[in-house]
């Protein structure tokens, strides 16, 4: 398996994508027929952001200039294919445009720049270490902002789910949907009733998977 900076190198977008990505997602915003849908207070706010230049993590999938609008249109597609498959015709585009899209709202204006050193090693590394001859290279990386500098909330979907609703007037399940698209993953304890939600509602385990799967099969290598 590559490392994550190879990975990176392998998926990195160039201007031209990240504008082309840009275009597609505001075309399906566009297209959103929901009652009293505030979709160009959601344009002005996305564009007001840095959301269409901002990566969608890190160090793992997609942490690169662009890499959340990206991820967040894998996950629509992922989403409308499962739906498709599975469950057709009982979503609107339009519901699964708003979760599918409108998941990871959490991760706007959340991560900032900064230069970090790396060792690169090479057989005529000017320093060594255990592991062989080496340089420090300067590289430029993504970090979470300090908390004054970002939205707080509580945790990852609930403040997705809370800035989209700002906008976008969600069914009860769209908004399940978005709140545990993670499915408690990353949590400190097992979330109650998960099992039970899932069961009902099944727009939170198309969302849920979806997002896995593009993160782990379409932006993986």
């Known amino acids: 398996m590559k490392s994550p900076a190879a990975r990176k190198e392998i998926f990195m977008l160039n201007r031209e994508q990240v504008e082309n990505n840009k275009i597609k997602f505001l075309q399906l915003i566009s297209e959103i027929d929901i009652p009293d849908a505030d979709t160009q207070g959601l344009v002005d706010y996305l564009l007001g952001s ?10 793992y999938h997609c942490n690169w200039e662009g890499g959340l609008c990206y991820h967040s249109l894998n996950v629509y597609e992922t989403l409308s294919e499962l739906a498709d498959r599975y469950v057709p015709g009982k979503y609107s585009k339009s519901s699964l445009i708003v979760v599918g899209l409108l998941h990871d ?6 991560y900032e720049k900064f230069i970090m050193n790396k060792k690169v090693y090479t057989p005529n590394g000017s320093k060594h270490d255990n592991q062989g001859n080496f340089d420090w290279f300067a590289e430029e990386a993504y970090k979470v902002k300090d908390a004054n500098d970002r939205f707080l909330g509580g945790e990852h979907g609930f403040n997705s789910m809370i800035i989209a609703n700002r906008y976008i007037p969600m069914t009860y399940e769209e908004t399940l949907a978005v709140l545990h698209h993670h499915a408690g993953l990353g949590e400190s304890k097992q979330l109650f009733d998960l099992s039970a939600i899932m069961n009902k509602y099944a727009l939170v385990p198309l969302l849920h998977m979806a997002d896995f799967l593009s993160t782990f099969i379409k932006e993986a290598c």
């Open 50 to 59: 840095d959301f269409f230049t901002a990566p969608a993590s890190t160090q």
């Open 105 to 110: 709202l959490a991760k706007v204006n959340f």
